[in-house]
């Protein structure tokens, strides 16, 4: 049974450009948020998906944007890159329910220049 | 609005140590509290979640207490090696719909 999968592992952007990052929940779960964690600091909530919706959003700008697809996969897309974009964006899934237990992916490092 | 903090920051502890990593949170509303090891430049790994209704949870060597009335949550390691070090990190789930996370806890320990 895989678990949650990220793709790339790893990118490399300029400033302004626009990158999509991939998520693949784990089996069975349809829940899947988005996570940005800096150097240094724990990982900050971007928004999450159910039902191909956005249900929650933290504070991020409009930049950040996202989709889910029917078979609960999803992508997060940012555009007009900044060089404060740069970190690690985290993937988790879960099945819905206030009390289930999250898996997180191993993430995509980005980094700007 | 929740807030998670972590204390100590960082710490260094010789190997065989028995050592207390703190989480605190300033919503007891929460649904469960999960306990996390981040090697440098990985993912999160799962290590301990604790429901609203629990007092405590057991993993090997790791014991994670929670109280909610006076917002704190403990994660306990016995007999650290070198393989512990690594940042560890509290997260507060507030019904479902988003995770607070802590700055974390980097602990190394001395061979």
């Known amino acids: 049974d895989a678990g949650v999968t990220q793709s790339p592992t790893h990118l490399i952007k300029t400033r302004g450009q626009q990158v999509t990052l991939r998520c693949s929940p784990k089996?069975?779960?349809?829940?899947v948020s988005w996570y940005q964690q800096a150097l240094g600091q724990g990982p900050q909530f971007i928004f999450q998906y159910y039902e191909e919706e956005e249900r929650q959003r933290g504070n991020f700008p409009d930049r950040f944007s996202g989709h889910q697809f029917p078979n609960y996969s999803s992508e997060l897309n940012v555009n007009a890159l900044l060089l404060g974009d740069s970190a690690l964006y985290l993937c988790?899934?879960?099945?819905?329910?206030?009390?289930?237990?999250?898996?997180f992916g191993a993430g995509t490092r980005l980094s700007v220049l | 609005k929740q807030e998670v903090t972590q204390i100590p920051a960082a710490l260094s502890v010789p190997e065989g140590e028995n050592l207390v990593l703190n989480c605190s949170f300033t919503d007891s509303a929460i649904y469960n509290l999960q306990w996390f090891r981040q090697d440098p430049g990985k993912g999160l790994t799962s290590l301990l979640l604790?429901?609203?209704?629990?007092r405590e949870q057991t993993s090997g060597r790791l014991n994670a207490s929670l109280d909610k009335s006076s917002g704190r949550s403990t994660l306990y390691i016995a007999a650290s090696q070198p393989g512990d070090s690594a940042t560890y990190l509290c997260a507060a789930n507030t019904g479902g719909f988003k995770t607070i996370f802590g700055a974390g806890t980097r602990l190394f320990v001395k061979a």
């Open positions: 089996s069975g779960h349809d829940t």
């Open positions: 988790a899934s879960r099945l819905q329910g206030a009390k289930n237990i999250q898996y």
């Open positions: 604790i429901q609203s209704s629990q």
